[in-house]
T-cell receptor
Framework: AQTVTQSQPEMSVQEAETVTLSCTYD???????LFWYKQPPSRQMILVIR??????QNATENRFSVNFQKAAKSFSLKISDSQLGDAAMYFC????????????FGSGTQLTVLP | GAVVSQHPSWVICKSGTSVKIECRSL??????MFWYRQFPKQSLMLMAT?????????EQGVEKDKFLINHASLTLSTLTVTSAHPEDSSFYIC??????????????FGPGTRLTVL
């Protein structure tokens, strides 16, 4: 079974600064997908970024980028130029490439953005 | 694209009554839908997985007779909480996935339903 660990229950960052959220996972599979989801106060889950395990290049989506270290089973999220709207709970998630399509979530990191 | 709606967004009911929550994929066909429960400041807890036209698969510890799930079409899944009790009060979230709409197995989430049982 896969596990996803987020060791930072809470983080804070000053507006316009950069913050990195950590995530590690454990799996015996060689091919899989990793995601970061954001859950703002509205509680709507929003997909932030995706990484395919077979790709060495780190995914980037505007101000959001990941540092994917497959051997270390690490998948951190970097948010650059933090904005007030980035304040949310962030969940790291793992899924295999099979047909089950289930997500394994981490426990989440609550990000506060300070003005 | 890939929008999932959920209705109602908030429901209050009396203890002992049943409540139905609907989850719809608006612009894609969802072969698989998931139902989660989330307590405040906690992660999502998967309750069950449903594939269109098949019986739902429940996670260990989830009472299938209490949480009835129906996935009768490629765009609609329903969760019925039967004989609800105050301990069933929670935030329920559905999500949808499909090989065409989500080739990387990502799930698209509904906005959630807050259930309060008095």
């Amino acid at each position: 079974a896969q596990t996803v660990t987020q060791s930072q229950p809470e983080m804070s960052v000053q507006e316009a600064e950069t913050v990195t959220l950590s995530c590690t996972y454990d799996t015996s599979e060689s091919d899989y997908y990793l995601f970061w989801y954001k859950q703002p106060p509205s509680r709507q889950m929003i997909l932030v970024i995706r990484q395919e395990a077979y790709k060495q290049q780190n995914a980037t989506e505007n101000r959001f980028s990941v540092n994917f270290q497959k051997a270390a089973k690490s998948f951190s999220l970097k948010i650059s130029d933090s904005q007030l709207g980035d304040a949310a709970m962030y969940f790291c998630a793992f899924t295999s490439t099979g047909s089950a399509r289930q997500l394994t979530f981490g426990s989440g990191t609550q990000l506060t953005v300070l003005p | 694209g890939a929008v999932v709606s959920q209705h109602p967004s908030w429901v209050i009911c009396k203890s002992g009554t049943s409540v139905k929550i609907e989850c719809r994929s608006l612009d894609f066909q969802a072969t698989t839908m998931f139902w989660y429960r989330q307590f405040p400041k906690q992660s999502l807890m998967l309750m069950a997985t449903s594939n269109e036209g098949s019986k739902a698969t429940y996670e260990q510890g989830v009472e299938k007779d209490k949480f009835l799930i129906n996935h009768a079409s490629l765009t609609l899944s329903t969760l019925t909480v039967t004989s609800a009790h105050p301990e069933d009060s929670s935030f329920y979230i559905c999500s949808a996935s499909d090989p065409v709409a989500s080739p990387y197995n990502e799930q698209f989430f509904g906005p959630g339903t807050r259930l309060t049982v008095l």
